[in-house]
């Protein structure tokens, strides 16, 4: 089931790709200008985003500065966490550290109100083409879903409800200039412009939120997470959470004994850990299948060293 090799690790690039299409709010910063023009002073919110061709597509309040900045200068930048839904936000509060994330430079070009509502009737087919999936794998996905709060944290509700909303947006495209994937720890890794543009999200981007969510706040999937650890990595840890999934495994953080300095084991640490796929997960069907069938293969190795199998 586990493979120690460099391919079960995806490129800064593809991060960065999964990152933006795993999500649907980001932080925009626009230069803010007067009469004068551009200044340094810097104009931040959150707005609501969505992502085609990788390529975000930025709807902006009709009343924000950003639209005025925009105007006098096209140059911005766009900030994109991770999902990390539910317990995943009090666990990083917890120890200081931010979920990884993607940070771009580029321009904010304005579209005219055909070509936005041409974004916009794509965005709609792709919302339906999400919500499909999940019903046509049935149980499969509903097994692993049922725990997740679904209000917070399905992109495709969250876009569906902004599309239903009765606020006045205009809407950009932002045309990438540099990319950055900014890890847990803070280190930064610049992205090379031609890796960005030719990499692409896995299809399980879309639902990895709910994923996520759904696996961390199910008690028992909680403790089949730490009997992987055990089983695949001889690590015995005290809690683990589900961090990010991605076509060819995923990462977890578990709680593990962390040595005292006269060599003893004194209080826990959170420790990374990667586990990859027997198969690259093609959709989200495929993602849980193969996550069950670790947990049921776990289940089976234990029984067998505690001599009940």
């Known amino acids: 089931m586990m493979k120690a090799n460099k391919t079960a690790l995806l490129k800064f690039a593809e991060r960065c790709k999964n990152i933006l ?6 932080t925009l910063n626009t230069i803010k200008a007067d009469a004068k023009g551009s200044k340094e002073n810097i104009h931040t919110s959150k707005v609501m985003y969505m992502i085609r061709k990788g390529r975000p597509y930025i709807w902006i309040p009709e009343k924000d500065l950003h639209n005025v900045n925009t105007i006098i200068d096209e140059r911005s930048s766009f900030a994109v966490a991770s999902p990390f839904p539910g317990p995943l936000a009090s666990l990083f509060r917890s120890l200081e550290k931010l979920p990884p994330r993607v940070a771009l430079t580029g321009d904010m070009i304005r579209l005219k109100s055909e070509k936005a509502q041409v974004a916009v009737e794509r965005l709609r087919e792709t919302i339906l083409y999400e919500q499909k ?11 692993v879903l049922k725990s997740s ?7 495709s509700q969250h876009l569906n409800e902004f599309l239903k909303g ?7 495209k932002f045309d990438v200039r540099s990319s950055m994937f900014i890890d847990s720890k803070g280190g930064m890794h610049e992205v090379d ?9 896995d299809s399980l981007t879309p639902f990895s939120a709910a994923l996520i969510d759904g696996i961390n706040q199910s008690d028992a999937r909680r403790r089949a997470l730490m009997l992987f650890c055990l089983v695949y990595f001889n690590a015995n840890v005290k809690d683990a959470y589900m961090l990010s999934v991605d076509r060819k ?3 977890l953080l578990g709680k593990v004994p962390s040595l005292a300095v006269n060599g003893e084991f004194g209080q826990y640490e959170w420790k990374d850990f990667r586990f990859t796929l027997k198969n690259e997960a093609t959709d989200i069907g495929s993602f849980c299948q193969q996550l069950m069938e670790m947990e049921e293969d776990v289940v089976r190795r234990i029984s067998s060293y505690s001599g009940l199998g």
Do not use: C, P, Q
């Open 193 to 201: 412009a031609e890796d960005f543009s030719t990499s692409k999200a």
């Open 21 to 26: 299409a795993s999500n649907w709010i980001g």
């Open 249 to 251: 495994g995923f990462d």
């Open 149 to 155: 709060n679904l209000k917070y944290t399905s992109r």
């Open 133 to 143: 999936a999940i019903e046509d794998f049935g149980s499969t996905v509903s097994n």
């Open 166 to 172: 009765d606020g006045e947006h205009v809407m950009y």
